[in-house]
């Protein structure tokens, strides 16, 4: 464990020295200076701070503090200010930052020391420097409740660094309150404990919590993702877009309208008719899914055309030009995979094996033992793909059962 002494400017005077450790401090003053014990908490709701005195005096109201102890005060932000300190000013002095989810403590350990002996000072600091620390809980820096703001489609890092003993183990906490893998498709855990988001979307806006863990304790910080205000953008492309769709007769077709913005984007699409099919809607063959999809059953030819996806919000506004074009359902492809994976296609003979072009036969001319295995034909068009396999396994001729297989007579 590492010993280290602080000599604040400002805070405390010259005279002073200090130990510190995660919660608990050591301090030695002269007498006659001014000690300034800090507490500054963070919590929601608003964390209420309470100290406790040397003498056992509970103190929480602020203003000035009536005590057999020297004069001191308690500030509006929870600091204790002893204006003057004396022989009965030293002892422990313990801060509790409490709300309806729980409490935590600092404790102040105060020695007071005459100025004149400067030699019992330097030894009292010397005292405090062997004192050995034992484990503690994690600390995470930085504690102030935070915003990130964020544009859509970019990444963005959430720092967490945390100090303790043993060495804390960091977690994250999605807005869900799901524990985040270390890694994903969306997420990453860096070694210093920061997390990253790829590509945000308004999904991932909202608190996450970094908890920092040990055999100890543990502690925790907020952080708020906020996505900043954007206008429409369709499939990750912002204003106008097109392309086209080829559909398969009386098979289902959808075209995929995504739209991210913020504020959250009003979403239709307009039909080669002029017919408007708002978010969501289902009626006939016509589907508009929550996420801004269209979906068209039992496709036709009738149903051709070209159809718009439209996003607004007050930013802006994006547009999507879908071109459906529907057709037959044509004759499909044959081919045969031998067991070996070699493909044959219509009209292609390999050796003893023979694809027929028109009725997709197979033949095997000649069969050894070593062509058995599994032969599979496959039917394949836009539409999709079946299929259909063969298990060839080699013959055996007939042996009737309590044969020998030699000669026998029968006597009656």
């Known amino acids: ?10 805070l405390f005077s010259i005279g002073t020295c200090i130990r510190s450790a995660p919660k608990s401090t050591e301090i030695a003053v002269y007498v006659g200076k001014t000690v300034t014990l800090e507490c500054l908490a963070s919590g929601k709701p608003p964390a209420q701070i309470s100290w406790i005195l040397p003498d056992r005096t509970f103190v929480r109201e602020t203003g000035t503090i009536h005590t057999s102890l020297s004069p001191m005060s308690l500030l509006q932000n929870g600091t204790l200010q002893i204006h003057s300190a004396n022989f009965s000013s030293k002892g422990d002095y313990k801060c509790i930052a409490s709300n309806a989810a729980g409490a935590d403590t600092i404790t102040y350990h105060l020695h007071v020391d005459s100025s004149a002996n400067r030699e019992g ?7 405090l420097s062997t004192i050995k620390v034992g484990p503690n809980a994690p600390k995470i820096g930085y504690k102030s409740p935070s915003v990130v703001t964020v544009n859509l489609g970019q990444s963005v890092q959430l720092s967490c660094t945390a100090t303790g003993d043993p060495t804390p183990r960091i977690l994250w906490i999605s807005p869900r309150q799901e524990v985040i893998p270390a890694s994903s498709n969306k997420f990453q855990i860096m070694e210093d404990g920061s997390l990253v988001l790829k590509k945000v979307t308004l999904a991932d806006e909202g608190k996450y919590a970094c908890v920092a863990r040990n055999s100890v304790g543990d502690d925790v910080k907020n952080m708020e993702i906020e996505v900043e205000p954007q206008e429409p953008y369709i499939n990750e492309k912002k204003w106008k877009s097109s392309l086209k769709v080829l559909g398969v007769s009386y098979q289902t077709v959808l075209l995929d309208c995504k739209v991210e913005g913020k504020p959250e984007p009003r979403v239709w699409w307009v ?13 006939g063959r016509f589907t508009v899914h929550q996420n801004g999809s269209l979906e068209l059953r039992g496709a036709r030819k009738t149903d051709e055309g070209k159809y718009m996806c439209k996003a607004q919000n007050p930013l802006g506004e994006a547009s999507l030009l879908v071109e459906l074009q529907v057709a037959s359902i044509p004759n499909p492809e044959l081919s045969w995979v031998l067991p070996n994976g070699t493909i044959l296609l219509p009209g292609v003979r390999l050796q003893r094996f023979r694809h027929h072009f028109g009725n997709g036969t197979l033949q095997i001319s000649q069969p050894a033992p070593a062509d058995k295995g599994v032969y599979r034909c496959i039917a394949r068009n836009v539409a999709g793909q079946a299929g259909k396999q063969y298990a060839l396994e080699a013959g055996r001729k007939p042996v009737i059962r309590g044969s020998t297989g030699s000669d026998a007579s029968l006597f009656f």
């Open 1 to 10: 464990q590492l010993l280290y002494w602080i000599f604040p400017v400002g």
């Open 121 to 127: 000072w330097w030894k009292l600091c010397l005292f």
């Open 271 to 283: 039909s080669p008719y002029g017919v408007s099919l708002t978010v969501p809607y289902r009626g």
